[in-house]
């Protein structure tokens, strides 16, 4: 549209290959650190980023990610139906990442004792394999809703120093509520893990939306959905509470692309005022 306002009408053959390209080629979300492209291609088209493969829907429904740590250029590869591949170097836009103290955890969820450390590498097996369905069906084009609303006491990306030892990133956005809070299904997806009891991550669901994309809730309360279930958007699948590694009641909420976790905020509308 900004080509067509700005060349006017001398542009006109520029402006129609534009214009075609751009019908061709839809998104919304940032390209971005931890940024969710959801969008859609003629059907038929296929897409790959960064040599990845991106499943395309029968309507030509799509969606990829971009780490925490994603490199500032990124390729994504467009083979319209019977054409020839274009490839598009997009720029990835780089964030600043806030720092977040927490002190006041108990020992055993900072430094894990050796004998936990079976369990703990079992159970993060078991996540990553439910964050991995490539599930043909585009569920998560109908887009994300919050699956609770309050207060955000943790966003994605930041640096956790937990009782002053540096450790790993969250790579989810914290939502404080009190415990026994429903938690509802940011989009409909199949249940691919429901476990009342992981070591960090306590009570917890991870919902498939199909081609890789996925949601995770922790630190549940209750869960009411068992695996396998269908979950329509907005259907109450747990309740907030203060499971595993946690200093108070919260949902830990996040979105993953191929077991890629990604910024929940850039994929959802603002956080409404309460
Ligand atoms: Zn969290």
Known sequence: MTLLSRRGVLGCALCLVAAREA?????TGPVA????VSGRAEPG???ALDGTAVRVGRGGEFAFGFGRDAKPDS???ITPPGGKAEARKLSVEKRAWLEQPITGLPPAMVTPPPETL???????????AARRHDTPEPLFATGFMWPATGRISGVFGSRRILNGEPRA??????????TGTPVAAAAPGIV???EADLYFQGGTVILDHGHGVSSSYLHLSRIDVRVGQRVARGETIAAIGATGRVTGPHLHFEIGWLGTPVDPQTALPPMPES
């Open 23 to 27: 019908r061709a080629l839809s998104w």
């Open 33 to 36: 650190q931890g940024g969710f």
């Open 45 to 47: 088209t296929r897409l």
């Open 75 to 77: 390729v994504l590869s």
């Open 118 to 128: 079976e369990r703990i590498g079992r159970e993060r097996e078991a996540v990553r």
């Open 169 to 178: 990133p969250h790579l989810g956005v914290d939502v404080a509520r009190p």
């Open 192 to 194: 691919r893990l429901a």
